[in-house]
């Protein structure tokens, strides 16, 4: 259940539907050239205990874990259905 709200939250800071406090906790990827991982953010490396427990890590890379078509969603209501329905194990 709390992957989930941590997907939402991710979902709502990359579509800019989130307050500004907390999209600036969360950095897109901008790479100017073609990937086949488009839509991340970037995942800043924990050098101590606290930030590998923080809310925006752990969002940040189940986010960045998401095939590239379940990022794509633009409907937030058709995002949260399909996660829902997705498994979640951390």
Request: aromatic content about 12%; proline content about 3%.
């Amino acid at each position: 259940m709390l992957s989930i709200r941590l997907l939402i939250l991710a979902y709502k800071c990359f579509y800019s539907q989130a307050p500004e406090h907390l999209i600036s906790l969360f950095e897109k990827s901008d790479l100017k050239y073609n990937l086949r991982r488009k839509r991340t953010f970037i995942l800043p490396r924990p050098r101590t205990d606290y930030l590998k427990k923080s809310i925006s890590f752990k969002a940040i890379s189940l986010w960045n874990h998401l095939d590239n078509d379940v990022r794509a969603i633009s409907d937030l209501n058709s995002f949260k259905n399909l996660v829902k329905k997705m498994s979640f194990n951390l």
